[in-house]
């Protein structure tokens, strides 16, 4: 990797459910950060034992979603693509960070509180500890830049924090990353409750479009999304509902969104939805043609992914390594 280049470091959860809200406010962003930065892009599994998986589909959605990376645009041979298991370094540098991070300000997370009540059955250590790993993933590579939706600023507050008290009781070790949100996108909406985020774990199917939805369920769900009062296509803090709908429509047809209220004044929702419909397919579709060839060439997916993860981990190493040096752990004879 480039030392001249600033590092750019991001992830999702391999949650099968990725959502139109995970490419709109962070995937779709991360290609075009390629030529400029020194870009790793990691597939966090170790975040998703938080809550309960079945074994097996997550083997699966971690595969599927290397894929989806790549067919989102991720050059593994300009970025490092890797699984976060895959460098154990994360899970070590956690625990360092454990020792610094404290509970009152974990337990003030809002993703936590709100988890908690989802998964009030297990509420578990690793829920409550998932900032701390997030902040070692960024911390590791000296990371500058994080490409995140809006939901994940105060996750990316902690890394800060905890980067700065680190390098304040030990001296200057860790850079202090900074978050890149994009204002339109950062936020997308359930299509069933315009005040709510589009999550992968809504148990309502209908709220959610996800990359693996068919072009059937896409219209299917668009017709059903709620609307606004009123029968006007209009951007507006009364018209949450459409303005999420001129959101997605934007990013996805690359019209703005003034040029997409022009064009649907007067038509009424049910034509309006159609056509969100159509341009979120237009961008879905290639994709998931592309991830489905890729998922199938299981060697390609075990060559990038090796790749990625000795590149990923010569950097870790060495963070880590002046981690422990700085604490003051007795290192290693090698
Ligand atoms: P995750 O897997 O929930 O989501 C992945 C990315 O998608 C963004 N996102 C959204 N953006 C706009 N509108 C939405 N409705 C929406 N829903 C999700 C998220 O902000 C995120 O950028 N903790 C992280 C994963 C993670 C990570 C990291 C991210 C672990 N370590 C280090 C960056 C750097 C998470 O659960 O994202």
Known sequence: MDNVKKTVFSGVQPTGRITLGNYLGAIRNWSPLQDEYNCLYCVVDLHSLTVTQIPAELRKNTLDLVALYIACGINPDKSALFIQSHVHEHAELCWILDTIAYIGELNRMTQFKDKSRKHADNINMGLMNYPVLMASDILLYQTDLVPIGK????????????????????SPTFVVPEGLTFKAGGSIKSLQDPTAKMSKSDPNENAVITLFDDNDAIRRKFRRAVTDCGSEVRFGEDKAAISNLLTIYSLCSGESVADAEKRFDGVGYGVFKDSVADAVISVIEPIQQQQKRLSADKSYLEGVLKQGAEQAERIARKTLDKVYRKVGLVGRIR
């Open 151 to 170: 939901d994940q600023t105060q996750h990316l507050e902690l890394a800060r924090d905890l980067a700065g008290r680190f390098n304040a009781r030990y």
